[in-house]
């Protein structure tokens, strides 16, 4: 016995459609991870790179073997000192003894006299003495006037660790 359709919109179902509608087709999401990928291969690059460079930048020096040591009395002598970061102090002699020279271009011109007097004198050798604490600009300065012009003479460095 067929029943008849019951509610009010009853006559509008058909038989060929479902009783819940169908999902619509949504187009997939894309996403384009190649820029991503990109710029991780740059990062770790980046990374390794770097890491070589810090490896490298602590250096073990050789321990010296062959050393001759240096005479005093046959050197002239320039003690460098550092009682700030910013600035160098320049001694003609051995250590911080005296009044110390303080402005740059006084520092060229006395050690650049005291080594022409040293030269005149015999001595062969400029040994320069400085505090662990100065900086590697100061002491290629001040080697740089202690060697201007003068030949037959030896540049000899040394650190002075400080206590």
């Keep these: 016995m067929d029943r008849p359709p019951m509610g ?3 006559n509008e179902l058909d038989d060929d459609e479902p009783l819940f509608s169908r999902r619509r087709n949504h187009n997939e999401a894309n996403f384009d991870i190649t820029a991503m990928i990109d710029l991780v291969f740059m990062l770790n690059i980046f990374f390794l790179v770097t890491t070589v460079v810090a490896a490298q930048a602590e250096m073990d020096l050789p321990i010296v073997r062959h050393c001759v040591p240096t005479d005093p009395d046959e050197s002239a002598l320039i003690s460098l000192v550092s009682p700030n970061p910013n600035s160098v102090t320049v001694f003609l002699g051995d250590g911080p003894q005296g009044e110390g020279l303080t402005d740059r271009e006084e520092q060229l011109q006395a050690v650049h006299r005291s080594v022409e007097e040293a030269s005149r004198a015999g001595k062969r050798i400029i040994l320069l003495k400085a505090e662990r ?3 590697l600009r100061d002491v290629k300065r001040i ?15 040394a ?3 400080k206590e």
């Design 8 to 10: 009010p919109h009853a």
């Design 133 to 135: 604490s100065v900086k």
């Design 143 to 157: 080697g740089a006037a202690a060697t201007r012009d003068i030949t037959g003479m030896e540049l000899r460095m």
């Design 159 to 161: 650190v002075i660790e």
